[in-house]
């Protein structure tokens, strides 16, 4: 297996391991008070972080547990963000909102 090929099998992980808490245990708890935050979910612990941006939730993540990755969401929507009329699923807009916040990206223009 190549390291291109471990990582993404990580990353499907992640993504499979956050949706799967965020629907069964999470869900039901932010949907009523926070429709339109963002969460950061940290699977291997059960914990998540909220935010009123994806970086909010990321920033709140990180400094608790900056060594580890997290799977984020828009509570209470399909997709974390639009852009450019294309809705980009949770996995997607993660890996993008991991990048700006770890500064391996400058910047990506969001529509919300």
Known sequence: ??????????QDDLVA????????RLKARLEPEHVGRFAAIEPDFG????????????????KEMPEKLFYLVRIGHRAAYKIGGCWFSYD?????????????????????
């Open 1 to 10: 297996m190549t390291t291109s090929t471990i990582e993404s099998a990580m």
């Open 17 to 24: 391991r956050g949706q799967q808490l965020y629907d069964d």
């Open 47 to 62: 914990k998540h972080f909220l935010g009123d941006t994806a970086i909010e939730a990321l920033h709140a993540a990180r």
């Open 92 to 112: 997607r807009a993660a890996s993008m909102m991991s990048e700006i916040a770890a500064g391996s990206v400058a910047s990506v223009n969001l529509i919300s």
